[in-house]
């Protein structure tokens, strides 16, 4: 199954994330996509450290570099396209990865039946 969550013009490199929400085991969480080197990430927007949005802005996830997702709390660093924290607090975790797909001219969502 798809869900909409912008147009691929939304996204643009290492400009800000669009935000959204999905259902995870009947839960409503926050997540995100973010455009990284040509290529749409999505993760969902919870520390790894603290279970806590990223944002340090509403949409501005990479740090002043462009290299890294960063945590405003506590300044965790995210690899971009792997959710990896490589510095911080929860160094070595993960953020959770959220699939995601272009399609004629949008970005879409891709939930598995199951969740
Ligand atoms: S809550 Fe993100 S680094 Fe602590």
Redesign the pocket.
């Known amino acids: 199954m798809r869900h909409l969550i912008c147009t691929v013009a939304e996204l643009t490199d290492g400009g800000e994330a669009r935000r959204f929400e999905l259902d995870l085991a009947g839960e409503r969480v926050p997540a995100f996509a973010q455009r990284w080197q040509g290529q749409v990430y999505a993760y969902v927007n919870r520390?790894a450290?603290?279970p806590?949005e990223l944002d340090w802005n509403p949409g501005k996830l990479l740090d002043d570099s462009g290299q890294y997702l960063i945590?405003a709390?506590?300044?965790?660093l995210y690899a971009p396209d792997s959710g990896e924290c490589l510095a911080?607090?929860?160094a070595g975790q993960r953020l959770r990865a959220l699939a995601v797909c272009e399609d004629g001219g949008n970005v879409y969502l891709e939930i598995e039946s199951n969740e």
């Open positions: 520390c450290h603290i806590i945590c709390t506590h300044g965790a911080g607090p929860c």
